[in-house]
């Protein structure tokens, strides 16, 4: 594909992604508050709630990534994209319907079956970009990744607190939609392998995990999703404990500091391709990881929601070199023929960290406190560090 062509191909897809995201976690700005409208009132079951139903989304997700990646890897992302698109659309508009916690459930579960729009779009990026540009590339997709983040719950959260609990999820069905002409309309046919690749989910997985260094880049993107997601059940809660009750916009409050988060974030997966050229990649991980894991110790010491806030925009420059760094390192560890599947394969298992954190943050919120949340994840990222360390000590 010439130049044109496959850059052309990135920004598409990493626009479609920020909608497509916005959409998908836009809810994590208010599901707790919505909870309470619908009969949830007491504050640890809403917090439970919120995680479970926060972390269902992913867990189909990380299920169905398989599946949906191979299909785009046979029938065309162009199919399997749409599909996605598709019913994503009409799940979040019958979620404006819902009058019960189930009933979200439920919903939800079915939207993160067809999910596996993040595996497909790095795929793609993959396929099209020339090796030498794979970092920039990685840069902006992840950046497009940590927009929809970023901007997801500050749309939700100040569309919720305007025009009632349940309109964000019509404007997020209309943006799914929108998404999906997009990828009718203006993404090239590129076509599938047919039935070149035969194997199953489940050995396509043996083959990546027997590659120790796809292991550990595996294990650091589960970490890295388990981080960004894990804070979203309790941050509405905690926000309105911290804020004392002096302020009605608690979701729009929330959304702001995930904005600021994944503006940071998103200012430094752009420039990720910038420090590879100029820093050894591995150093940068090790940095980024242990970095991350001292600036959660730093949002709980705050007792501000500025400071709070401030914190999470210095946590979101370190995740946003994580991702791109480990995705960059995961291509370069597997064969040339295999780079358009490794992510649809191992997706499963680091998108169970979407899962992992708003359950486990849940949970623990409810049995042990909001600071629980904050110590446990820092430590996780500590050791990451060392771990990476030892592993690249012969490459530094």
């Keep these: 594909m010439e130049q044109a062509g496959w850059k052309k191909v990135i920004y598409l897809v990493c626009m479609i992604q920020i909608f497509a995201g916005i959409?998908?976690?836009?809810?994590?700005?208010?599901?707790?508050?919505?909870?309470?409208?619908?009969?949830?009132?007491?504050?640890?079951?809403?917090?439970?709630?919120a995680g479970l139903i926060s972390g269902v989304t992913p867990l189909m997700t990380a299920i169905a990534a398989p599946f949906w990646s191979?299909?785009?890897?046979?029938?065309?992302?162009?199919?399997?994209?749409?599909?996605?698109?598709?019913?994503?659309?009409?799940?979040?508009?019958?979620?404006?319907?819902?009058?019960?916690?189930?009933?979200?459930?439920?919903?939800?579960?079915?939207q993160g079956l067809v999910g596996g729009f993040v595996p497909i779009g790095l795929a793609l990026v993959a396929r099209v970009t020339p090796e030498e540009k794979t970092s920039w590339a990685m840069g902006y997709f992840q950046a497009a990744m940590v927009m929809g983040i970023m901007f997801g719950p500050l749309v939700g959260g100040v569309i919720a607190d305007f025009f009632g609990y349940r309109m964000p999820f019509v404007i997020f069905g209309i943006m799914s939609l929108a998404c999906l002409a997009a990828v009718r309309l203006f993404l090239p046919p590129l076509p599938g392998k047919g039935a070149e690749h035969k194997a199953s989910a489940l050995k396509q997985m043996v083959f990546f995990l027997k590659i120790p260094r796809v292991r550990l880049m595996t294990f650091m993107q589960f970490l890295c999703n388990f981080g960004i997601t894990g804070i979203g059940p309790i941050l509405p809660l905690y926000v309105k404990d911290m804020a004392g009750g002096e302020t009605d916009m608690v979701a729009t409050v929330v959304g702001f500091i995930i904005f600021i988060a994944g503006g940071t974030s998103a200012m430094a997966s752009l420039n990720a391709g910038n420090m590879t050229a100029r820093f050894k990649i591995q150093r940068i991980l090790i940095g980024a990881t242990f970095f991350v894991g001292f600036t959660f110790i730093m949002q709980y010491m705050m007792h501000s929601v500025m400071g709070l806030g401030f914190f999470r925009g210095i946590t979101g420059l370190g995740m946003g070199l994580i991702a791109p760094c480990t995705n960059t390192?995961?291509?370069?560890?597997?064969?040339?023929?295999?780079?358009?599947?490794?992510?649809?394969?191992?997706?499963s298992i680091f998108l169970l960290g979407n899962v992992a954190g708003p359950v486990f943050s849940g949970a623990l919120a409810m049995s042990f406190g909001y600071a629980s949340v904050f110590w446990s994840t820092a430590a996780a990222f500590i050791g990451a560090s060392f771990l990476l360390l030892w592993n690249f000590r012969k490459e530094l």
Excluded at 32 to 47: C, H, N, R, Y
Excluded at 76 to 93: E, W
Excluded at 332 to 344: D, H, I, M, N, Q
């Design 23 to 49: 959409a998908m976690i836009g809810v994590l700005s208010f599901i707790p508050l919505f909870l309470s409208e619908i009969g949830v009132t007491d504050p640890g079951e809403a917090a439970l709630w």
């Design 329 to 347: 390192i995961l291509i370069r560890s597997v064969p040339e023929e295999k780079k358009t599947l490794v992510f649809g394969t191992v997706s």
């Design 70 to 110: 191979i299909q785009a890897d046979r029938r065309g992302p162009k199919f399997a994209m749409s599909a996605i698109l598709t019913v994503g659309a009409l799940c979040a508009l019958a979620c404006s319907f819902v009058t019960s916690p189930f009933q979200m459930l439920a919903l939800r579960t079915v």
